[in-house]
Structure formats: C-alpha cells, structure tokens
C-alpha cells in the first residue's frame, strides 16, 4: 500500500539556525499538504502543494513539491521556539479521498 | 464560527465496554475524517463521511469499529468491546465539500484521548 516516509524523525537546532524536513511517497500524490502538531495538541493546516514543481512561502517556512509529485520539503529559515512541535505532510492519489499522513519531523529548538 | 468539536476530551473505558466518540465539524462542513494517533507516531487514516454515507473506510478495523455521520448531529466513531490496543487519541477533522475548487485543508478538533483499562 501507499506510504510516506519523514526524514529526518528528530531534529534539534539552535535557535536561529535552519530547518528542513523531507517527505517521500511510494506513489505519485495528487496533492500534499503540511500539518504543525505542538506536544499534547491538534494538528494545524499550514499549507497545500497541487502543481508539480511547486514553491510556497509563509513568512519563514518555504513549501516545495517535487517535479514528479512524489516528494515535498518544509524549510524554516531562523528557527524560534514558536516552531516546536511535529511537522507532518498528508498525501493523497488521484481518484481518493484519504490522506496519508508521514511519519512525522519533531523539531526542538533549543534557545 | 466555531471550530471543530469532539467530545469527550477524555475517556476511560474497561476492557470489554463501549466507546463513542463525537464529532462536530465546522459549520458548512459536510465531510468528515477520521485518524488514530498512538504516542510519538503519526495519524493513521480510518473512515471518511459524509453526511449519510461512508465514502472510504478501508483504515478501519473490519471488526468492533463503526463510523457515521447522520444527516442531523456529530459523527460518531463507535468502538465496541474495546481492548487495551485501543488506547489512542483520536481525532476528527472536517472538510468543505470536495470537487471543483477542492481538495481542501482538514480542521482538527482538539480529540479525544481514549484509555482503555
């Protein structure tokens, strides 16, 4: 069956250093999108790649969908402590409704 | 507008008992999804509704879990004869209807963690 693989599983910066998490599917994906999960909470909507080749930015956070639609990266640039939490993609084939979510990045950023 | 809700937020259940998690979706939502998540792994799909119909539910569990979404009030994932396997935070999140324009994002609710004892 489909799977999405996370690397890397943990991650610990210093604040104000970067951050990338990369994301892998054994299948094509119609689309992904990207979830922040702090400790003891929900996940939280960040972003949706459909287009292959896709480049989004949010402030710090830069999204990009790989050309054959089976990879994506999340890149924080100048990590706070405000970015603590389980970073998680979801991606989904063509003709489905469900997601796959990833094995998850957990990132700790030490002050 | 509120969020998505599920209640309870916590549930303890003994070994053999029934469990039954709600879930309100935003308001103008029809779809809903369901995921586990045990500590320190990601969300494993289980069932996605709308309201009236089961549209995928190939995560679920063949046997003791159902799901639906009556067309008035929260979808409701039911759990019988629950075993200690099943401790695990569940979580809800609804979607705007899909098609042109879609897919759309998943709002979470806060979920419910279940404990079996």
């Known amino acids: 069956g ?5 690397i890397p599983q943990y ?4 604040e104000g250093e970067d951050f990338t998490t990369y994301c892998n599917s ?3 994906l119609s689309n992904i999108q990207w979830y922040k999960q702090r400790p003891g909470g929900h996940p939280v909507f960040l972003i949706q790649l459909v287009k292959s080749g896709e480049v989004k930015k949010q402030k710090r ?4 969908f790989g050309e054959a639609k089976k990879n994506s990266s999340l890149h924080i640039t100048a990590t706070q402590t405000t970015d603590v939490g389980t970073y998680f993609c979801a991606g989904r084939t063509s003709g489905t409704y469900k997601y796959i979510f ?5 990132l700790k950023v030490l002050a | 507008n509120a969020g998505v809700m599920q209640n309870p937020r916590h549930l303890v259940r003994r070994r053999g008992q029934e ?8 308001k103008g939502h029809s779809h809903v999804y369901w ?6 792994e990601g969300l494993k799909f289980m069932v996605y509704l709308q309201k009236e119909n089961i549209i995928d539910e190939s995560g679920m569990p ?3 879990f159902s799901a639906e979404f009556p067309k008035e009030g929260p979808s409701i994932l039911r759990i019988q004869q629950v075993v200690r396997g099943d401790s695990a935070a569940y979580f809800c999140a609804s979607s705007p209807l899909t098609g042109t324009g879609g897919p759309y994002e998943q709002y979470f609710g806060p979920g419910t963690r279940l404990t079996v004892t």
Not at chain 1, 11 to 14: G, P
Request: net charge positive.
């Open chain 2, 19 to 26: 469990a039954r998690l709600r879930c309100s979706p935003m």
């Open chain 1, 2 to 6: 489909q799977q999405v693989m996370q």
């Open chain 1, 61 to 64: 956070l830069t999204f990009q």
């Open chain 1, 102 to 106: 990833g094995t998850g990045t957990r």
């Open chain 2, 62 to 64: 063949k046997e003791r």
């Open chain 1, 11 to 14: 991650q610990h910066v210093q």
């Open chain 1, 26 to 28: 054994s299948t094509t």
């Open chain 2, 35 to 40: 995921y586990r998540q045990l500590p320190e």
